[in-house]
């Protein structure tokens, strides 16, 4: 099965400083992959998502971006972060909307 | 558009107790729907998901879940809890695009 790596696992950066967030994937080729974050006390947000090398698709504006220089990378990025961008940070992959998404291990970012 | 609700943030429960964690999602088009299971600070693990077939579907631990179309509910049973199924219980739906659009969460504190 898929394996999907994360990290860092935790990250505190002062507001202002510049974000990445790196997640690959193992045990396929050609994945769907997405990010999401959960803030405190809500549910999970889709931020975006890739269905192939240099193509992703946002769901909400926000002060985030995302890549996928590569088949299996998977990268979120802010230049300046805000306070608002504290969050568990989940990156995925799923084949097909009837499959199993498989979820990384997170990266909790704190921004102070 | 499609959403999901999940109408209890938390819910407490003693060892051996049965509960239901409830689901209620909303779509114009055919579903499919998934609970996943979060433990503290780590990713998300499918529990069990409908596609089609038999509206009652089960996971290995226990977990049963009844897809009702009319109703258009999709909640989560378990006839006995164990201390260990303390954790955050997510329903979701899958969209055309594929990825998955969340409820806000059930958070299932079993005590002894």
């Known amino acids: 099965s898929q394996t999907i790596h994360q990290w860092p696992a935790t990250l505190v950066q002062p507001v202002g400083s510049p974000l990445s967030l790196e997640c690959t994937v193992e045990g396929t080729s050609n994945p769907n992959l997405y990010w999401y974050r959960q803030a405190a006390g809500r549910g999970l947000q889709l931020l975006f998502y890739s269905v192939g090398i240099g193509q992703i698709s946002s769901e909400v504006p926000q002060n985030l971006s995302a890549s996928r220089p590569q088949d299996r990378q998977f990268i979120l990025s802010s230049k300046k972060l805000l306070l608002s961008d504290s969050g568990f940070y989940l990156c995925?992959?799923?084949?097909?909307?009837?499959?199993?998404?498989?979820f990384g291990q997170g990266t909790r970012l704190t921004v102070v | 558009a499609q959403s999901v609700t999940q109408l209890d943030s938390q819910v407490p429960v003693f060892e051996e107790a049965p509960v239901e964690l409830r689901c209620n999602y909303s779509s114009s088009v055919s579903v499919y729907l998934f609970w996943y299971v979060q433990y503290p600070n780590q990713g998300l693990q499918l529990l069990l998901k409908?596609?089609?077939?038999?509206?009652l579907v089960e996971s290995i631990n226990g977990f049963e879940a009844e897809f009702n179309k009319s109703q258009t509910s999709f909640h989560l049973r378990k006839p006995s809890v164990h201390i260990s199924d303390t954790a955050e219980y997510f329903c979701?739906?899958?969209?055309?695009?594929?990825?998955?659009?969340f409820g806000t969460g059930t958070r299932l504190q079993v005590f002894p």
């Open positions: 979701a739906v899958s969209p055309w695009r594929g990825g998955l659009i």
């Open positions: 995925a992959e799923q084949t097909t909307r009837e499959t199993e998404a498989f």
């Open positions: 409908y596609l089609s077939g038999s509206t």
